[in-house]
Nanobody, 118 residues
Framework: QVQLVESGGGLVQPGGSLRLSCAAS????????MAWYRQAPGKQRELVAA???????TYADSVKGRFTISRDNAKNTVYLQMNSLKPEDTAVYYC????????????WGQGTQVTVSS
């Protein structure tokens, strides 16, 4: 059974930093493309950052230059380093794993709350 467990969320002041982690189990992590999404109250879930199996990264325009996604295949873990946080970054952050096996399959974590407030 695939499990994605996020951690590292919390309350931080504007301008601060947080690092989110997502530990995967029940799946061959190195075969998955990984991503972080977020959903703020009253808004649709949106892609924040993604990293492919080959290590290619993409970012939402709103976080470019502030957030960094990385992965450690030996630890089955993907990270999201968030710097220069803004109140508009407040949301529940979700880890996503996607792999291809006779079609695309998506797996989701339970989410971790990030609140940016003074």
């Amino acid at each position: 059974q695939v499990q994605l467990v996020e951690s590292g969320g919390g309350l931080v002041q504007p301008g601060g930093s947080l690092r989110l982690s997502c530990a995967a189990s029940g799946i061959i992590f190195s075969t998955c493309d990984m991503a972080w999404y977020r959903q703020a109250p009253g808004k649709q879930r949106e892609l924040v950052a993604a990293i492919t199996r080959a290590g290619t990264t993409t970012y939402a325009d709103s976080v470019k230059g502030r957030f960094t996604i990385s992965r450690d295949n030996a630890k089955n873990t993907v990270y999201l380093q968030m710097n220069s946080l803004k109140p508009e970054d407040t949301a529940v952050y979700y880890c996503n794993a996607r792999r291809y096996a006779s079609g695309w399959h998506d797996y989701w974590g339970q989410g971790t709350q990030v609140t940016v407030s003074s």
